[in-house]
């Protein structure tokens, strides 16, 4: 197998764009306002300024909101283009991605270990990946699951994965997790992964036996090593989200308040949303840094189960 195309430096540089894109849909908004004002100055204190600077609040977190979805599978159609060449991957087998273990963890700001995809061969679940290759008997199967991590209700684009358990020969309660990559946006994805699990169990309990062919390559791997939870701060996080707090408080005090002593109060919204809206999404891109490096340093005590 040659070089991986789903390494560390695509992922960061999908991270890194995906800040930046998310960085300029959130403050956007707010810099053509401001503009606007100069432009037109009598805007600072009338009405329909004030309706231009709250409708720009509102712009700001629509765009920002519905970008997440897409900023999530950032490069995704380029990446199944590009494997399923590499891989001569048939038309029915589904893009997905792997993660060994069950709950979810961060392999350099990305939920899924390694890209691939997974077919079922008669008895056997395949799965022909960038890194890794793997197939599993229906026998050594014990249940299959759809994990919805978070009230998807109330947060549509909470991560939902496929939980398969399973057995080796002297390696009982092993679990991974997949999730559907066959769309370009989070919550179809969602939708594709709920699917997924659906047609998984319905393989798991049959007993057709057809399509079987071979080779097959070895069990699912376990390593967890170069990863992170994501439902855990890494060390470092409460001091990073600290300090760039101060320095938004600092920005917003020094930036507003003499423009809410000359009454100026369209042009303060303005200057108040750009430096919330620009800190809040920097914050979150340092937090997610801050996993990415743990991961590289710290390695766990031993395989999940």
């Not at 991986?4 to 908004?29: E, H, I, K, S, Y």
């Not at 759809?146 to 998807?152: A, K, Q, S, T, W």
């Not at 989200?241 to 308040?257: C, P």
């Amino acid at each position: 197998m040659g070089k991986p195309l789903f390494d560390a430096r695509r992922r960061a540089r999908q991270r890194n764009l995906a800040g930046l894109t998310l960085f300029v849909a959130g403050t956007l908004p707010f810099m053509v306002g401001l503009v606007v004002l100069d432009v037109v100055p009598y805007l600072e204190k009338s009405h329909f300024g004030t309706m231009m600077a709250a409708g720009l609040m509102g712009v700001a977190a629509l765009l920002t909101w519905s970008l997440q979805s897409r900023m999530a599978l950032l490069g995704n159609a380029e990446l199944r283009r590009e494997l399923r060449h590499s891989l001569e991957a048939g038309a029915d087998a589904e893009f997905v991605g792997f993660a060994p273990g069950h709950e979810i963890r961060s392999w350099e700001g990305e939920t899924d270990q390694d890209v691939g995809f997974l077919s079922v061969e008669g008895r056997m679940l395949v799965y022909r990946g960038d890194r890794y290759s793997w197939s599993l008997p229906r026998e050594g199967i014990d249940d299959i699951r759809l994990l919805v991590f978070g009230d998807e209700a109330a947060q549509p684009m909470a991560p939902v994965r496929v939980a398969v358990y399973w057995h080796g020969q002297r390696e009982p309660g092993r679990t991974f997790t997949l999730s559907s990559r066959s769309e370009d946006a989070l919550i179809p994805a969602n939708q594709a992964t709920r699917r997924l699990a659906e047609q998984l169990r319905e393989w798991w309990r049959s007993e057709e036996e057809s399509g079987e062919s071979g080779p097959w390559p070895g069990l699912p791997l376990t390593d967890l090593r170069g990863s992170y939870p994501v439902d855990r701060p890494a060390p470092g996080s409460c001091l990073s989200a600290l300090a760039l707090g101060i320095i938004a408080a600092s920005l917003l005090w020094q930036t507003t308040w003499t423009m809410l002593r000359l009454g100026n109060y369209n042009r303060a919204v303005l200057w108040a949303g750009l430096i919330l809206m620009g800190g809040i999404i920097c914050t979150a891109h340092v937090l997610s840094y801050l996993q990415v490096h743990q991961g590289r340093v710290e390695s766990p005590p031993g395989p999940s189960t």
